[in-house]
């Protein structure tokens, strides 16, 4: 009996180790999501930050779906438009919107990236005087009945009426029960501004924010917590880059 136990037990240990180290079994979206993170379009510099950005995990978060009509604001160069666009491209939608200037001639030149739609704002994005942030004035996005909209470190780039104009523009693209999935870098909570946390957001104002255009609070996720970021330091930083805590928040429109 003793030994019964015994090999029992070690099966046991053996069968958890096992799954502990099993790869990872994806969902048919994930498979999807992965299969764009590889793609020939992404640089070797934007594939050598999945690690620190886990593209896929934050998307399966903010509930993407492959048939989903998406904006995503503020793009900058398509780090994750790359990943988007091929996915959602056979049954969805994904529109680019603010800021898309440095993105269209790219999309115009790769294949894979054709449907992308740039979403025709009447947003004027501009400089405020006296600050590194900047204004959009009052505007729609120019798309209805979205299902999700993202930004991903954009929030904080923003003046307090510009992201609340941004705010009231994405819930009114948003179809009920559409999703708002914002994610940025953490700034400790009701600090002042100063020249090392212009480009942080303190999490707990931006729910406060969002909450004021209508949205609810759906979840939020650890993904990106950075326990070794004392919250002190500019994100451009050497020792902070690619290192900073980022906070991961899902609104949803009721």
């Known amino acids: 009996m ?5 090999s029992i037990a070690l099966v046991a240990v053996a069968s958890a180790a096992q799954a502990q180290f099993a790869p990872e079994k994806l969902t048919p979206l994930g498979e999807k999501i992965e299969a764009a993170m590889k793609s020939d379009i992404r640089t ?7 690690a620190e950005r886990k593209p896929r995990q934050t998307l399966e978060f903010f509930g993407l779906q492959d048939n989903m009509r998406v904006i995503e604001l503020v793009p900058g160069g398509g780090w994750f438009t790359k990943i988007l666009g091929p996915v959602l491209a056979d049954k969805g939608e994904l ?3 603010i800021g898309t200037d440095q993105l269209e001639p790219m999309l115009k030149a790769t294949p894979s990236l054709s449907k992308v739609k740039i979403a025709r704002t009447d947003a004027k994005m501009a400089p405020a005087p006296g600050t590194k942030f900047f204004e959009l004035g009052d505007f729609s996005l120019g798309v209805k ?11 904080h780039n923003l ?14 693209a948003l179809k009920p029960g559409g999703h708002y999935g914002i994610l940025d870098h953490t700034r400790r909570h009701n600090e ?4 090392e946390n212009w480009r942080r957001v303190d999490p707990v104002l931006v729910i406060k924010e969002v909450q004021a ?3 609810s609070l759906e979840d939020f996720s650890s993904l990106h917590y950075t326990s070794d970021d004392e919250l002190r330091y500019e994100v451009g930083r050497k020792s902070v880059t690619g290192n900073s805590d980022r906070f991961v ?3 949803r429109k009721p």
């Open 44 to 50: 070797a510099e934007e594939k050598d930050r999945d």
């Open 145 to 155: 009945d979205a299902d999700l909209v993202l930004t991903f470190r954009n929030y």
């Open 2 to 6: 003793r030994n019964l136990l015994l």
């Open 95 to 97: 529109y680019v919107a």
């Open 159 to 172: 003046t307090p009426a510009a992201r609340a104009s941004l705010n009231r523009a994405v819930f009114a």
């Open 249 to 251: 928040l899902r609104f």
């Open 213 to 215: 255009a209508g949205f």
């Open 192 to 195: 002042p501004d100063n020249p």
